[in-house]
């Protein structure tokens, strides 16, 4: 079992930043692959950028350029660098790590709100 912990979210007015932060904890062993989701009012929850363990990075088309995903495998971190916010980003942002085994485990969400 991991348990993840999503903090950063907040108010940002258009064009500015947030960084994203998830604690990761328990079961770490044969994860192979970690990410963020969004999931706005009405909408279904999309994949915002991963890492594959050994492998690359992927962003959502809406957010490249603009966010950057990354992790700190000493601190069993995993953060996402928001830049250039617009009111479209608005929405409870999740992490989620997949693990051989355990499936997938995702965070409680944290709210991000653009807007002026």
């Known amino acids: 079992q991991v348990q993840l912990v999503e903090s950063g979210g907040g108010w940002v007015q258009p064009g500015g930043s947030l960084r994203l932060s998830c604690a990761a904890s328990?079961?770490?062993?044969?994860?192979?692959?970690m990410g963020w989701y969004r999931q706005a009012p009405g909408k279904q929850r999309e994949s915002v950028a991963g890492i594959i363990v050994g492998g690359g990075l992927n962003y959502a088309d809406s957010v490249k350029g603009r966010f950057t995903i990354s992790r700190d495998t000493a601190k069993n971190m995993m953060y996402l660098q928001m830049n250039s916010l617009k009111p479209e980003d608005t929405a409870v942002y999740y992490c989620?790590?997949?693990?051989?085994?355990?499936?997938?485990?995702w965070g409680q969400g944290t709210q991000v709100t653009v807007s002026s």
């Open positions: 328990g079961s770490l062993f044969g994860i192979v692959a």
């Open positions: 989620n790590v997949r693990s051989i085994g355990a499936g997938d485990s």
